[in-house]
């Protein structure tokens, strides 16, 4: 049994698939849900418990166990042919496109439901040896739907709080998938479901009342199966007091001021995403291409870095993905490139975090434009990066769960590269007083409703529910 010494009495259990150890100068693109629960766990001293990312060649369970920061964090390797049907097959070839409302790109395989089941088992298995009485559990993301049903099934009766950090699709599409029903019959396992934003709450809601004969009582109970649940939104934040140091850091100095003799008087425009197609990378693209043939006098006065490290590289639509911007960068620096001046500068890699606050920081125009997102978290480090005095303009796509808490951004529809070429010429037009008045109210959110914020009200929403 592990036990953190001089423990709380309620000692927070956090499990999700990929457990980054926590370290604000760590490289790489870990996706928001890593950086979130990185940001949580080294402010409420728990124990994260996940893949460690290796494979082995026959499952033992064996736990690889790190202390950091405040932080333990617990890891089992996986099979081969887990890695293969559960994360790159139930997870991110049907359930990350399904709820990214990509039904083209989701598939349907027998296999992959078998492998997800078999490691929501054996994550389970292993988890009882970890479990104490007292233990809160909070369960993250759409690889361990089924987690509480295995868990409660060995006999865990400790409070299980389960916390989805992509989208939740229409009723339309989700019934697209051979075993909805059962799917979502498991997260009424939990005691609370959280959501990014009321309006995946919402769908989730439709969905139990349209299929599951639900009805929907007060304070986010959900009836639905025979069974009830609470259900809430929470949004999630960044650890922004950290990020705003970031940015403040020697090495994101040192960064900006690399940035600042590169950019040699221009205004750079900064996209920093994983190379996911729900990104909306290849609209943007062509967005700023247009930008480009619509505004010939920006012609070598601006460019675009968009920072993209590859991700779940061994699947062919993220394959198909990165072909196309390969071209498509091809494309528009064939096109508009001069000896001294490059339009679009497409970076293939992680940076570290306070490298990239800089990069923010020196940007005149943050574009983040998924086409669908259940938050996305660069949007709020861009603008906690900015120096308040002279701060860029933030360019956000209306469907990201980001938007609902973000007006004052320009947002935009990513699906129109009109919108996107528009935006940006409005957001390098901007004159000072209007950004500094947006990013005032931006900032002054993205501090109100940070990571601690996201975490105490969710641990406090969980503590409170009542139990049947
Ligand atoms: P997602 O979880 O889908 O990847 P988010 O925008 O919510 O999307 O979170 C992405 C996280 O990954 C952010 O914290 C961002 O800083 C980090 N990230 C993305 N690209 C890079 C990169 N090239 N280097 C370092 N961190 C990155
Ligand atoms: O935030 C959404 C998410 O899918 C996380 O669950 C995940 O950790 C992150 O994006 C990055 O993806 P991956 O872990 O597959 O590299």
């Known amino acids: 049994m592990i036990r953190t010494a001089g423990r709380p009495a309620n000692r927070l259990v956090v499990v999700s698939n990929r457990v980054t150890p926590p370290a604000t100068d760590s490289t790489g693109s870990q996706g928001g849900l890593a950086v979130a629960l990185a940001a949580a766990l080294r402010q409420s001293r728990g124990i994260w418990f996940g893949w460690s990312g290796n494979q082995t060649s026959e499952f033992t369970g064996q736990l690889n166990i790190h202390r ?37 790109l989701t598939e349907y395989d027998r296999q992959f ?6 490691v929501n088992r054996r994550f389970a298995d292993t988890l009882l040896h ?11 993301d759409y690889h361990l739907i089924p987690l509480a049903r295995e868990l409660r099934a060995r006999g865990i009766q400790n409070r299980i709080g389960f916390f989805l950090h992509t989208p939740w699709p229409p009723v339309r599409l989700l019934t697209t998938m051979p075993s909805h029903k059962q799917l979502v019959k498991s997260l009424f396992d939990y005691d609370l479901v959280g959501f990014q934003t009321a309006e995946w709450m919402d769908t989730f809601t439709d969905y139990c009342v349209r299929e599951g004969d639900g009805q929907i009582g007060v304070d986010g109970m959900v009836s639905a199966f025979g069974r009830t649940v609470r259900a809430g939104a929470f949004p999630i934040g960044i650890d922004a007091d950290a990020f705003q ?35 909306g990378l290849e609209e943007r693209f062509i967005g700023y291409e247009r930008f480009l043939a619509d505004n010939p006098d920006e012609l070598n006065r601006v460019f675009l870095l968009q920072i993209a490290p590859p991700s779940r590289n061994t699947i062919g639509s993220y394959q198909e993905i990165r072909e196309k911007l390969e071209q498509l960068s091809g494309r528009i620096n064939g096109a508009a490139a001069e000896v001294d001046w490059v339009p679009l ?9 306070r490298e990239l606050a800089g990069i923010y920081r020196s940007a005149r125009v943050g574009l983040v434009t998924p086409l669908r997102d259940g938050m996305n978290l660069v949007a709020k480090e861009y603008v906690a990066a900015q120096d308040p005095a002279d701060p860029g303009v933030l360019i956000l796509s209306r469907f990201a769960g980001a938007a609902l808490q973000m007006p004052e951004a320009l947002l935009v529809n990513p699906y129109s590269t009109e919108e996107i070429a ?47």
Do not use: C
């Open 130 to 140: 970890i479990i104490e009485p007292d233990d809160i559990i909070w369960i993250h």
């Open 345 to 353: 500068r497409y970076v293939n890699r992680g940076y570290s975090r």
């Open 245 to 279: 140091k970031a940015a403040r850091s020697p090495e994101a100095r040192a960064m900006a001021k690399r940035m600042r003799t590169s950019i040699a008087g221009r205004a750079m425009i900064v996209g920093v995403d994983r190379l996911d197609y729900s990104k």
């Open 68 to 104: 950091s920061q405040g932080v333990t964090t617990a890891t089992i390797d996986l099979e081969e042919r887990d890695v293969d049907e559960y994360y790159n097959g139930y997870a991110n070839r049907t359930l990350w496109p399904l709820f990214h409302y990509r039904i083209d």
């Open 422 to 468: 528009d935006s940006i010429r409005q957001g390098l037009a901007m004159d000072k007083s209007q950004r500094i008045r947006r990013w005032e109210t931006l900032a002054e959110g993205v501090a109100r409703e940070d990571v601690t914020a996201w975490r105490r009200d969710f641990v406090a929403a969980l503590e409170s529910t009542p139990r049947s």
């Open 113 to 118: 439901d078998a492998g997800y089941a078999r």
